[in-house]
């Protein structure tokens, strides 16, 4: 068992351990949010025909070389046609057919005229000028060429993924399936929020959060409720788990207390410990365990310290596990829009939210930093890391931080931008 290592050893650790979990094929709708789980290739072209760019008139280019304001050009309107429809005459010199916007290009002609531009007149329009060839035409193939692959396996699926993919005609699209996870809290001194508060006793609250986490990324949460602070109970809670769900999380008993049971329970279960610890704060006494290839974590009792350990740690694994190529929280850097004026023995992460300001990326903490003040991780999307020996962080100082929750994906997936200058502080003007 390894003891109180980095947090970038305890991820790697564990994600090495990490196989996918299965495949399935979900609706279009139900897919925004999951993951491909195979390369998409355009199977035909989009738009799959040349077709009108507006509402106008179809026809030969050179058949307007010589016109001009003075002495137009004349065209006889030998069709008229729309969106979703072939014209089924061709247009020769002379003629032309008139189209409306996403009309495919009647045969024989080669460029467009928008309707006002012309003089219709019976079944003849005049043209005033010289047209060019492929005006206003938008070409098959312009956004997708056929065999393009529009989309790699392990990325997510977007509201746009799914407009696209729905252009190529794909109705059923190819997913990982959703994780399984199995929740627990430990604690004679919790009380599910349904019940009615007793002295001495809190609500279970970690366990809501966590789970709610795990909805937002798209899993599964499986609700394995409050174990009492009791190594058997502890154990077939586990045991159970394991039973159900790819990874098992729990909250509390982590620590060195007379009823802190986790250690003995994962043993109890059978499961190999991998690691006790992480050099972290809030949230260190995080134990990990695997057992027949499942992991189970277990976080601190502590809400605020679970729920950060939650996204640094569980949420890559998650993610992993639905086959998500980059699972690790994006980083960024920005300019600490605060004080905290404790030092960091300990590597630190302060709950904060991004905020760009002047197109300055600024990051001010979300309130108290204590590990169990759940308060200060709501607004939270990002973790600033304070390194380990750090002094006071003050206001206008460059920090790096971990984006967390919702924004996470999708936001800075560009390299971090990197400012020349440091920005002065009466530069930046904070509500
Ligand atoms: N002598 C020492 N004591 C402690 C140490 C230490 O090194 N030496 N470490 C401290 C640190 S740091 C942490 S973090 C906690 C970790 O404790 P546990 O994981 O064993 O958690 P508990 O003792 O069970 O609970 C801590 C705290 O959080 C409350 N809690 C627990 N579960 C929940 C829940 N599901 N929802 C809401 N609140 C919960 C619990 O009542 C405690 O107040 O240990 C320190 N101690
Ligand atoms: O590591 Mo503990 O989570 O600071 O309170």
Not at 82 to 88: V, Y
Request: net charge neutral; glycine share 10%.
């Amino acid at each position: 068992m390894k003891n109180n290592i980095q947090l970038e050893e305890a991820q790697s650790l564990l994600l090495n351990r990490i196989i996918p979990v299965g495949k399935c094929l979900v609706s279009l709708l139900e897919s925004s949010g999951r993951v491909l789980s195979q390369d998409i290739k355009a199977s035909t072209n989009i738009p799959p025909f040349s077709k009108s760019a507006l509402d106008g008139y179809a026809l030969i280019a050179s058949d307007t070389r010589q016109a001009d304001s003075s002495a137009p050009v004349q065209l006889r309107v030998i069709e008229e046609t729309r969106a979703g429809f072939i014209a089924q005459e061709k247009v020769v010199s002379g003629t032309t057919i008139k189209v409306m916007t996403g009309s495919p290009i009647p045969n024989g002609a080669n460029t467009l005229i928008k309707h006002e531009e012309v003089v219709r007149n019976g079944d003849y329009v005049s043209i005033f000028r010289t047209i060019k060839a492929q005006d206003n035409v938008i070409k098959a193939g312009e956004d997708i060429e056929q065999g393009k692959v529009v989309a790699q396996k392990g990325s997510l699926i977007t509201p746009p993924l799914v407009a696209l993919l729905a252009g190529l005609g794909i109705s059923q699209v190819p997913v990982y399936a959703k994780a399984k996870i199995a929740f627990m809290s430990t604690g004679d001194e919790l009380l599910d929020p349904s019940e009615t508060l007793q002295p001495g006793k809190i609500y279970n609250s970690s366990l809501y959060g966590l789970m709610a986490r795990c909805c937002e990324m798209g899993g599964h949460p499986l609700d394995l409720g409050i174990v009492p602070d009791e190594i058997a109970a502890t154990t077939a809670r586990i045991s159970r788990g394991l039973e159900e769900a790819d990874i098992v999380v729990s909250t509390g008993g982590v620590s060195v207390g007379d009823y802190d049971v986790m250690k003995d329970a994962m043993v109890g279960a059978g499961a190999e410990i991998i690691f006790w610890k992480v050099a972290m704060k809030p949230g260190s006494p995080i134990i990990a365990a695997v057992k027949d290839k499942k992991l189970i974590i277990g976080l601190s009792g502590n809400p605020a310290a679970a729920m950060v350990t939650f996204d640094m740690i569980l949420t890559p694994l998650i993610k992993r596990l639905m086959g998500k190529n980059n699972p690790l929280p994006d980083k960024i850097q920005g300019v600490f829009a605060d004080n905290f004026l404790k030092a960091s023995p300990q590597r630190r992460f302060l709950r904060a939210k991004l905020e760009r300001k002047d197109g300055v990326d600024c990051l001010k903490l979300t309130g108290a930093q204590a590990s169990g003040i759940l308060m200060s991780m709501i607004g939270c999307n990002v973790l600033v890391d304070i390194p380990a020996g750090s002094g006071p962080v003050i206001f206008g100082q460059r920090v790096s931080g971990h984006i967390v929750g919702n924004i996470s994906d999708g936001y800075h997936q560009e390299p971090v931008e990197v400012y020349e200058e440091e920005p002065k502080r009466e530069e930046l003007s904070f509500s």
